[in-house]
């Protein structure tokens, strides 16, 4: 019996010292993890909670040059991407959607959270669901551009294969949520122009695509708007 307790503290310490070991090894990028763990996300309240870690962090960056909120290729500490030209366009004239491979119930689900956060003025009732190989959202046509782009955001956090559409008569584009960075929206234009969308701009007066050609961008398969049937609300 002894013999299995040694072995037990042997095993113990021996992983006690595994642990010192990677926290003093990796201690920097422990530490930079957690502050960019604490960006400030809109559906994650929790982050709200521990947003001061990330702004310290931010503020000694800035203040000392102290390498500590992760950059990406065209962006600035607080994520915006340059662009190039703007691309104005009237949000009203014209559908939007919100295309995802997943459930109606999670489509519902995710539409509830998102009307908790909106202005209060649109109801799950002026959303239609329709389905084939992927869910169709078609949103009602009094959502701002900035409910569509954090519905758009909303959808992408939760199911990778999402995205948002925009189909008018001067303009087609679809978007996504940016996985590298936290406030970014990217898409192409159905012409082929790349674009940027920041959420943390005033988007209900900023209605226009910030053009940037350099940026990286996922290609979407327009067949997936489709004219399935329509279903209730559960």
């Known amino acids: 019996m002894e013999i299995i307790i040694y072995l ?10 595994g642990l010192v070991y990677t926290l003093v090894k990796d201690f920097k990028e422990i530490v930079l993890g957690l502050v960019n763990m604490c960006k400030p996300q809109l559906f994650h309240p929790l982050t ?10 931010y503020a000694l960056e800035k203040s000392f040059g102290w390498d500590i909120i992760e950059k990406y290729d065209d962006s600035d500490g607080l994520e915006k991407y340059s662009h190039t030209e703007i691309l104005p366009f009237d949000f009203s004239m014209g559908d939007k959607y919100i295309i995802a491979k997943t459930s109606q119930k999670n489509v519902e689900l995710l539409l509830e959270d998102f009307l908790d956060f909106c202005d209060g003025k649109l109801r799950i009732e002026n959303f239609q669901i329709k389905s084939t190989d992927h869910i169709t ?12 782009s954090i519905l758009t ?14 189909k008018s008569g001067r303009l087609d584009y679809y978007s996504y949520s940016d996985k590298k960075t936290v406030h970014n929206i990217v898409g192409q234009t159905g012409d082929g122009q790349k674009f940027s969308i920041y959420t943390l701009d005033d988007l209900y007066k900023e209605q226009h695509l910030k053009i940037n050609d350099k940026l990286k961008v996922k ?3 327009w067949n997936l708007i489709n004219n399935g049937p329509i279903l209730k609300f559960k």
């Open 8 to 17: 037990f503290v042997a095993v113990f310490i021996l992983l006690l010292i």
């Open 48 to 57: 709200w909670l521990l947003s001061p870690i990330w702004l310290i962090g």
């Open 153 to 166: 955001q909303h959808f992408c956090n939760d199911i990778e294969d999402s995205w948002g559409v925009f």
């Open 137 to 148: 959202v078609q949103c009602p046509n009094q959502i701002t551009f900035y409910d569509f």
């Open 219 to 221: 290609k979407f398969d």
